[in-house]
């Protein structure tokens, strides 16, 4: 009883807690048949909170104007700071929705959670024209946001009429959005290097000799040569901030350690892709002589040390056709490099 059937779509739809699942009809009724217990409590289960999403709930007001309203099939998705959800179609069931002057109601789940609302984009399928003068949109992670139609755009497939898709945003600094390389570049990158953290890491042992010269009356030694890579990764980590198309590459100035304190290395700039490390390899090798002294042991190891440092850091982005739009992003930028080749010596 919990599921109903929709005639027109053949999914059944069930609402829990400000969720909405879809199961197929044949998928369930096949479960019903053949009595597969199983089967039916893994679709139930479908049915619990705690899956990723949110729900949005929006009143979509239409103009008060002649013709303004439509019986076209009318669909919306909504963009955020994290995302874009898929197609909704706006369609009331037994109500009359998009009459002239008036405002609908709609409530739906969807399984991408867009964080802080900006934008929506409406889609037709008809010739019918629609004229939205507002929409006022809520998630369960986003308060109210009211998005006027501006520009007084109608929607129609009739190019005569309108056109068959608009994105309306809060305000025109989100209509470009996400940051993508045609549209925005980097002004500038601000490292907070108070929080910097910094740590060393175990280091890399590439030979390690022992020699014993605990019974003997003269020293002991020997020579050995050591060759491994020494590795530098970087990665600046997007954590906040707005949506950032994963084609974007920046370039930065990366944090070194001198002295134990994180400084920008003004010597160095390179390409950045955020959360793909940027790697760098060098190849390092040398001859070590170990030596005993009479009546001691040590050991030689060739190793390189590891050291890690972490800075938060904030960018600001700024639009090439309109120079006042700014958005930002932020994160953490972190280093892990490997010092050069060297020999510890230890007593035993």
């Known amino acids: 009883r919990a599921l109903h059937l929709l005639t027109r779509k053949q999914w059944y739809q069930r609402r829990v807690r400000g969720a909405q699942f879809l199961v197929t009809s044949e998928v369930f009724t096949s479960c019903v048949m053949k009595k597969m217990k199983l089967c039916c409590l893994f679709l139930l289960a479908l049915l619990t909170p705690g899956w990723a999403g949110a729900r949005y709930y929006m009143y979509a007001t239409t103009w008060d104007r002649t013709h303004a309203g439509t019986d076209s099939e009318i669909y919306i998705k909504i963009h ?11 369609d009331l069931s ?34 019918d024209a629609l004229l939205v003068y507002k929409l006022q949109i809520r998630s369960t992670t986003s308060g109210w946001k009211t998005i006027y139609n501006k520009k007084g755009q109608w929607l129609s ?7 068959t898709e608009d994105k309306r945003c809060l305000n025109d600094c989100a209509l470009e959005l996400p940051i993508q390389p045609s549209s925005w570049r980097l002004a500038r990158t601000d490292f907070d290097l108070s929080s910097a953290k910094i740590e060393a890491l175990s280091p890399t042992v ?3 000799h022992t020699m014993d010269a605990t019974s003997s009356p003269q020293d002991i030694e020997t020579e050995y040569y050591a060759s491994g890579t020494k590795y530098d990764t970087m990665t600046f980590s997007k954590t906040g901030g707005v949506l950032v198309t994963s084609s974007v590459t920046f370039g930065a100035h990366p944090i070194k350690t001198v ?49 890690q440092v ?16 700014t958005w930002v992003v932020a994160g953490s930028f972190t280093r892990v ?12």
């Open 94 to 127: 037994g109500v009359d929705d998009f009459t002239r002057g008036d405002t609908d109601y709609y409530s739906f789940y969807r399984s991408e959670d867009v964080g802080d609302i900006m934008c929506a984009t409406l889609h037709t399928h008809g010739s």
């Open 337 to 348: 490099q490997d010092s050069k080749l060297e020999q510890q010596i230890e007593e035993l």
């Open 259 to 307: 002295n134990s304190t994180a400084v920008i290395d003004d010597s160095n700039s390179f390409q950045f892709q955020y959360s793909v490390p940027f790697k760098r390899a060098e190849a390092q090798g040398s001859w070590f002589g170990c030596r005993a002294p009479a009546g001691k042991k040590v050991q030689c190891s060739a190793v390189m040390e590891r050291s």
């Open 310 to 325: 972490t800075v938060p850091y904030t960018q600001t982005w700024q639009s090439k056709s309109k120079g006042s739009c």
């Open 157 to 163: 497939r009739d190019s005569d009429e309108g056109i």
């Open 206 to 208: 590439l030979d390690s």
């Open 80 to 90: 955020g700071m994290k995302g874009t959800t898929s197609w909704y179609e706006m």
